[in-house]
DNA sequence: TGGCCTCGAGTTCA
DNA sequence: CTCGAGGCCA
């Protein structure tokens, strides 16, 4: 066959298998298939060098390193379009207004494109004769610098359109980096020990602006068509959803996300619709857009101020904000690590106002480069927890310091330690650390551990401060009088404490040992433990190898354990709480005869509409079945309720059986019956 | 030894 | 909820 051909075949296979890839997410051959077609037209091209053309796949991986990007002037402004601000929703309604009011129809139900508002980086694309020439960015609006190189490193972007030979035709989208490419891409970049990126958007336009596209083409990014610039030789549909139709069609990628609809209220639909639909997106959005949907309507409203008055776009409440990093101060938890957690001016960002946020050990605070008094940018996505995400260099005033670990614990003063190979560092100072001491406690009297109610932070605060509490026992000892002589606390309160108190010493032997808090022991490893030995003399005195033969339990939870009762303190604390009164069943350990769902595993979400959580994981435990915390193969059941969330996705996308509340009772009472 | 799969521990705000 | 680390299995 004749190379020319060869060749062209291979383009036109190769680019129809990245459409089928990048574009509609359903790949139609393997991979190595695919590198087999690429190696193909690679090697072809090497050895015919007058026959490489620009919009050839193999393009795609990057080319010459340039010295800067040249200036090009927009055939047809890129404009940015007004943001709608307001407070109360009104935006829809404020613009439909103005619509209106231009046209001079205010009876009339107006008929709007609504779509995303990406948060990425805005590109134009043009195509002459359907081959991509030019990639310039917005630049001022009237003059965009070339990026070509770097835009054709992006595979969803066709480097040909399909049905299109228009002479002339410009393609306005935005370039973004998904959520999940840019994790994945820090998770990469981190485990090299690189510099990761701080949001999606940086991400985009960093590698945009790249002046090696090798390194673009290693930058995971993606495109979504939303306009036209210049046009010749190609008719028009009527409106803007009927363009996005047809660049959609020529192979370009558009957002499904979005909706044709007449007057104002479904405009505020779309944007409340898509408010809750945002955090569940594989990308970020800022806001959504609105678009008069006729393009005879468009150009009759025409531009003020050189903003178009047939589009607007409605914002969400910012995910990110920058603000100032007053302080850093460090916490003791439970087991003494210390947790630097930063003191933030206040900002408003993702619908709440944060003023904390963890930094979570030092390495972290050395891979963000934060120093005290440095802006910084915050973020909070939906209902993840607000994290500091990166520093401003350019705002850093001079003379900042570089933040270091205290050496000493900042509540007793014990030496703190960092073992080899942990992130963390910890205060040697135990039970005698106050700090230490508190968390103890709160754990103790914690619901899944002795269930104390109404022993919180603030009264426990006061008990160790005051002295009153040394250890655990003292807890039992405490009598009315002493606690209502204590702030905030009345003679009600305290009879309240008194008596929980009371009700808390019967309990059973799996909540004694998680309330301990002993190290790698949690509640699903007391309660291996609790059923294992059946009595708290017996795993006081086993030794290493008796505990290895419960299953679960590994080198490092035994010996954590022999440690614990190794030491004399411990023993003690122990007989004390037995001397006070606090008891449980003993049994003789393992009764094997098996239940009638041991060995099947299952996982809760969601919120069953009569059963408590608690209680549909009690009675299913009391069956002899594991109630697990996460989705996996290995999950028998997954029981969903209202509003389930990612479990249940996980649980389809594995096929894994799922029950409502209704089915789980039926099985329990099957099964029951035997 | 590597790759799941769990468990433990720590986290913010209303 | 998410990360890191412990335990288990191939």
């Given at each position: 066959?004749?190379?020319?051909?060869?060749?062209?075949?291979?383009?036109?296979?190769?680019?129809?298998?990245?459409?089928?890839?990048?574009?509609?997410?359903?790949?139609?051959?393997?991979?190595?298939?695919?590198?087999?077609?690429?190696?193909?037209?690679?090697?072809?091209?090497?050895?015919?060098?007058?026959?490489?053309?620009?919009?050839?796949?193999?393009?795609?991986?990057?080319?010459?390193?340039?010295?800067?990007?040249?200036?090009?002037?927009?055939?047809?402004?890129?404009?940015?379009?007004?943001?709608?601000?307001?407070?109360?929703?009104?935006?829809?309604?404020?613009?439909?207004?103005?619509?209106?009011?231009?046209?001079?129809?205010?009876?009339?139900?107006?008929?709007?494109?609504?779509?995303?508002?990406?948060?990425?980086?805005?590109?134009?694309?043009?195509?002459?004769?359907?081959?991509?020439?030019?990639?310039?960015?917005?630049?001022?609006?009237?003059?965009?610098?070339?990026?070509?190189?770097?835009?054709?490193?992006?595979?969803?972007?066709?480097?040909?359109?399909?049905?299109?030979?228009?002479?002339?035709?410009?393609?306005?989208?935005?370039?973004?980096?998904?959520?999940?490419?840019?994790?994945?891409?820090?998770?990469?970049?981190?485990?090299?020990?690189?510099?990761?990126?701080v949001n999606?958007r940086n991400?985009?336009?960093?590698?945009?602006?790249?002046?090696?596209?090798?390194?673009?083409?290693?930058?995971?990014?993606?495109?979504?068509?939303?306009?036209?610039?210049?046009?010749?030789?190609?008719?028009?549909?009527?409106?803007?959803?009927?363009?996005?139709?047809?660049?959609?069609?020529?192979?370009?990628?558009?957002?499904?996300?979005?909706?044709?609809?007449?007057?104002?209220?479904?405009?505020?639909?779309?944007?409340?619709?898509?408010?809750?639909?945002?955090?569940?997106?594989?990308?970020?959005?800022?806001?959504?857009?609105?678009?008069?949907?006729?393009?005879?309507?468009?150009?009759?409203?025409?531009?003020?101020?050189?903003?178009?008055?047939?589009?607007?776009?409605?914002?969400?409440p910012a995910e990110e904000q920058l603000t100032v990093l007053r302080?850093?101060?460090?916490?003791?938890?439970?087991?003494?690590?210390?947790?630097?957690?930063a003191?933030l001016e206040p900002v408003f960002v993702g619908?709440?106002t944060v003023s904390?946020a963890?930094?979570?050990?030092?390495?972290?605070?050395?891979?963000k480069?934060v120093?005290?008094g440095d802006t910084v940018i915050v973020r909070r996505?939906?209902?993840?927890?607000p994290e500091v995400a990166g520093v401003v260099l350019e705002r850093r005033p001079?003379?900042?310091?570089?933040?270091?670990?205290?050496?000493?614990?900042?509540?007793?003063?014990?030496?703190?330690?960092?073992?080899?190979?942990?992130?963390?560092?910890?205060?040697?100072?135990?039970?005698?650390?106050?700090?230490?001491?508190?968390?103890?406690?709160?754990?103790?009297?914690?619901?899944?551990?002795?269930?104390?109610?109404?022993?919180?932070?603030?009264?426990?605060?006061?008990?160790?401060?005051?002295?009153?509490?040394?250890?655990?026992?003292?807890?039992?000892?405490?009598?009315?009088?002493?606690?209502?002589?204590?702030?905030?606390?009345?003679?009600?309160?305290?009879?309240?404490?008194?008596?929980?108190?009371?009700?808390?010493?019967?309990?059973?032997?799996?909540?004694?040992?998680?309330?301990?808090?002993?190290?790698?022991?949690?509640?699903?490893?007391?309660?291996?433990?609790?059923?294992?030995?059946?009595?708290?003399?017996?795993?006081?005195?086993?030794?290493?190898?008796?505990?290895?033969?419960?299953?679960?339990?590994?080198?490092?939870?035994?010996?954590?354990?022999?440690?614990?009762?190794?030491?004399?303190?411990?023993?003690?604390?122990?007989?004390?709480?037995?001397?006070?009164?606090?008891?449980?069943?003993?049994?003789?350990?393992?009764?094997?005869?098996?239940?009638?769902?041991?060995?099947?595993?299952?996982?809760?979400?969601?919120?069953?509409?009569?059963?408590?959580?608690?209680?549909?994981?009690?009675?299913?435990?009391?069956?002899?079945?594991?109630?697990?915390?996460?989705?996996?193969?290995?999950?028998?059941?997954?029981?969903?309720?209202?509003?389930?969330?990612?479990?249940?996705?996980?649980?389809?996308?594995?096929?894994?059986?799922?029950?409502?509340?209704?089915?789980?009772?039926?099985?329990?009472?099957?099964?029951?019956?035997?």
């Open positions: 066959m004749e190379v020319v051909q060869r060749i062209a075949q291979l383009r036109t296979e190769i680019e129809r298998h990245n459409h089928a890839y990048y574009v509609l997410d359903a790949p139609t051959i393997p991979d190595a298939e695919y590198d087999k077609l690429f190696r193909e037209l690679q090697s072809l091209e090497t050895q015919h060098p007058e026959l490489l053309t620009l919009d050839s796949p193999s393009q795609r991986v990057g080319g010459a390193v340039l010295d800067g990007f040249s200036p090009v002037r927009h055939a047809v402004a890129m404009l940015s379009i007004r943001t709608e601000t307001d407070t109360e929703g009104s935006g829809a309604f404020n613009f439909d207004t103005r619509v209106r009011k231009a046209l001079d129809r205010n009876d009339a139900e107006i008929e709007y494109a609504c779509e995303l508002k990406f948060d990425g980086l805005a590109i134009n694309l043009r195509y002459e004769r359907g081959v991509l020439v030019q990639a310039t960015t917005r630049g001022d609006g009237e003059t965009g610098e070339d990026v070509s190189q770097n835009i054709r490193t992006i595979h969803c972007i066709p480097l040909c359109l399909q049905y299109c030979d228009a002479e002339i035709i410009e393609v306005r989208g935005e370039v973004y980096m998904s959520r999940k490419d840019f994790n994945r891409y820090n998770d990469k970049q981190r485990a090299l020990g690189l510099a990761s990126l999606p991400g985009a336009a960093g590698s945009i602006r790249q002046l090696d596209s090798r390194l673009a083409a290693r930058r995971p990014l993606s495109f979504f068509a939303y306009g036209l610039g210049e046009v010749r030789g190609w008719d028009l549909p009527a409106t803007h959803s009927g363009v996005l139709d047809a660049l959609s069609s020529f192979g370009l990628p558009v957002c499904d996300e979005r909706a044709v609809v007449r007057g104002a209220q479904a405009l505020a639909d779309f944007h409340h619709k898509v408010a809750m639909l945002r955090d569940a997106l594989a990308f970020d959005i800022d806001g959504v857009v609105y678009k008069v949907n006729s393009l005879a309507v468009q150009a009759e409203l025409g531009f003020v101020s050189r903003e178009p008055r047939w589009a607007v776009a409605h914002k969400y302080d850093i101060e460090i916490q003791v938890g439970r087991t003494g690590k210390l947790t630097p957690v003191k619908g709440t904390n963890t930094l979570h050990n030092e390495d972290e605070i050395r891979r480069d120093h005290i996505a939906g209902d993840v927890i001079a003379h900042l310091m570089p933040f270091v670990m205290p050496t000493t614990c900042p509540v007793c003063g014990s030496k703190v330690v960092r073992e080899e190979s942990e992130v963390n560092v910890r205060c040697t100072g135990g039970l005698f650390c106050g700090a230490q001491r508190k968390q103890a406690i709160l754990h103790f009297a914690s619901r899944r551990a002795m269930g104390v109610e109404g022993l919180g932070d603030k009264l426990v605060d006061q008990l160790v401060d005051e002295n009153i509490i040394h250890s655990l026992p003292d807890l039992y000892r405490l009598d009315v009088a002493t606690l209502a002589a204590l702030e905030r606390m009345a003679e009600k309160s305290a009879q309240n404490i008194v008596v929980a108190l009371e009700k808390s010493k019967h309990t059973t032997l799996s909540r004694f040992l998680f309330s301990l808090g002993i190290r790698h022991v949690g509640e699903t490893t007391a309660k291996d433990l609790a059923h294992n030995f059946g009595k708290l003399e017996a795993i006081m005195q086993a030794d290493n190898e008796r505990l290895l033969s419960v299953p679960d339990v590994g080198p490092i939870v035994a010996q954590s354990i022999v440690d614990f009762f190794g030491e004399l303190h411990n023993i003690e604390v122990v007989q004390d709480l037995r001397d006070v009164g606090v008891s449980w069943e003993e049994h003789d350990g393992v009764s094997t005869a098996a239940l009638p769902l041991t060995g099947q595993t299952f996982v809760l979400t969601g919120t069953l509409p009569n059963l408590s959580r608690e209680e549909a994981k009690s009675r299913l435990e009391s069956l002899g079945a594991k109630v697990a915390g996460s989705v996996s193969k290995k999950t028998s059941y997954v029981v969903a309720g209202a509003e389930a969330g990612s479990k249940l996705d996980k649980a389809r996308e594995l096929n894994v059986l799922v029950l409502d509340e209704a089915e789980l009772i039926a099985l329990l009472r099957k099964v029951d019956s035997k």
